[in-house]
């Protein structure tokens, strides 16, 4: 297991992440999980990537949506 990352998001100081209701945007998912922008908005497109919250025009990420579609995606060696 590893350890959740704190995020520093500006004004903000650091994030506990065990805290509910945390919204990331598209940004702060690229710095942090290293998930492109691009990527994401091709995902929302087809479909087929993290769960997000939407109001209004803007898409936000809860980290565990984040954390729990990444862990998904993990391919076994010999699964190739």
């Known amino acids: 297991m590893y350890a959740r990352p704190k995020i520093k998001v500006k004004g ?3 994030l506990n992440m065990n805290q509910p209701l945390i919204l ?3 940004a702060v998912v690229k710095e942090h999980f290293g998930v ?4 994401l908005e091709l ?3 087809r479909q087929d990537g993290p ?3 939407k109001t209004g025009r803007l898409v ?3 980290p565990e ?3 729990s579609w990444i ?6 060696p010999n699964a190739v």
Do not use: C, H, W
């Open 24 to 26: 990331l945007n598209r």
């Open 60 to 62: 936000r990420y809860r």
């Open 12 to 14: 903000t100081g650091d």
């Open 36 to 39: 492109s922008k691009r990527f």
């Open 43 to 45: 995902t929302i497109m």
């Open 71 to 76: 862990a998904q995606q993990r391919v076994a």
């Open 65 to 67: 949506d984040i954390e």
């Open 51 to 53: 769960a997000f919250i």
